[in-house]
């Protein structure tokens, strides 16, 4: 079983920055990628950015040029660092990790989530 635990989230006024970290532990072969998705009140979770084990990266058009993935393959850790925070980006952050265990097994693991809020 592959887990994953997030941290780094938090109250932010608009205009400020937030680092979250995914932390993923267990049987873990290889983590092929890792992402960042959101969940608004309301909004179906949306993708914000991933990144693969080689550095190719992926945006929302939203977040393009604000927020920035990040990994480190060899602690199996990912980053998202989010800069000039809107409202907008008010919202649950959960990360996804895909890959294979030990036993050559494929997952596709959540973490449970981390509040974003970004208000005045």
């Known amino acids: 079983q592959v887990r994953l635990v997030e941290s780094g989230g938090g109250l932010v006024q608009p205009g400020g920055s937030l680092r979250l970290s995914c932390a993923a532990s267990?049987?873990?072969?290889?983590?092929?990628?890792m992402g960042w998705y959101r969940q608004a009140p309301g909004k179906e979770r949306e993708l914000v950015a991933t990144?693969?084990?080689?550095?190719?990266?992926d945006y929302a058009d939203s977040v393009k040029g604000r927020f920035a993935i990040s990994r480190d393959n060899a602690y199996n850790t990912a980053y998202l660092q989010m800069n000039s925070l809107k409202p907008e980006d008010t919202a649950v952050y959960y990360c996804?990790?895909?890959?294979?265990?030990?036993?050559?097994?494929?997952?596709?693991?959540w973490g449970q989530g981390t509040q974003v809020t970004v208000s005045s």
């Open positions: 990144i693969t084990s080689s550095g190719i990266t």
């Open positions: 996804n990790a895909r890959g294979s265990n030990r036993w050559y097994h494929t997952f596709d693991s």
């Open positions: 267990g049987s873990i072969f290889s983590i092929n990628a």
